[in-house]
């Protein structure tokens, strides 16, 4: 892509908001060198849902009925150790000099994957979410999910007295399967963000249903994200709209002042 279309992808002035139907990595490549503040995503792994397979494992819907309309399953990102590095090494180009990223993972992908954000990012934290209520699980059911924190180069969070244990309710019942509570992303952002910082971009490339682009647009900042299923674009662009003009969450039925 010519420069200027890199740019125009970026060009926020007149929205708050862009989001692409694309896969995580072609939506990364596109984007410029340095040019975004923080990147906070949940991306879909297939470790963890192959694993669920095994025996009698299946959790929600039928897998093999993945990406199809309704399906309770999306596609997922394929996340070999080759295909996380390119996702890895493309987050690290574009955020600008002294940023951070907040990546989640499950309990599986933590163990299999997580390594290898130290091969390009100074690890900073692991955050538990603890989802509050108790959920479905092999032998130990799960209550709790993670967040890897680190930074590119170096830059502090905006207050010294934030935890690493987060309780936040799961949602039942949202409308987007495996949908995450703004709440989540909006600390993530509040302890990027500092006060002097005025135009703020936030970056999602696993969008969903655009949690974390509320979140963004909440906390005053630009938001910009990708995601390669055509319900999680319709979705979003109609929750991130009214969101904008509204300041109403349609699926999490919330209204902000
Ligand atoms: C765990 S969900 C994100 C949920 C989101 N955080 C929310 O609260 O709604 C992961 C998303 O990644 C998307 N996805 C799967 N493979 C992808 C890929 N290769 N590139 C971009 N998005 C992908 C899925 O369609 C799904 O919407």
Known sequence: MEN?????MLDLKKQNFKIYKSDAIKFLKKLPNNS???????PAYSGMNNHLMLGKGRIVGKYKDKGKK??????EFQDSEENYRVFLSEAFRVLKPDSH??????????????????EYFNLKNIIVWDK????????FRRQSEFIIFACKGKRRISSRSINDVWPIKRLTRA????????????????????????????CDPFLGSAS?????????CKFIGSDISNESILMSKKRLKEYQNNKIDIYEKTKDK
């Open 4 to 8: 200027a279309n890199l740019k125009k």
């Open 36 to 42: 975004l503040d923080v990147i906070a995503t949940d």
């Open 70 to 75: 309704d399906s309770k399953w999306f596609n």
């Open 101 to 118: 990223i907040f990546i989640m993972f499950d309990s599986y992908s933590l163990v299999s994957l997580s390594h290898l954000v130290r």
């Open 132 to 139: 509050v209520h108790i959920g479905m699980g092999h032998y």
């Open 175 to 202: 409308p987007y399967p495996t949908q995450k509570p703004v709440e989540l992303f909006s600390r993530m952002i509040m302890a990027s963000k500092h006060k002097e910082d005025k135009e703020y971009i936030v």
């Open 212 to 220: 974390c682009g509320v979140a963004a647009l909440k906390n005053n």
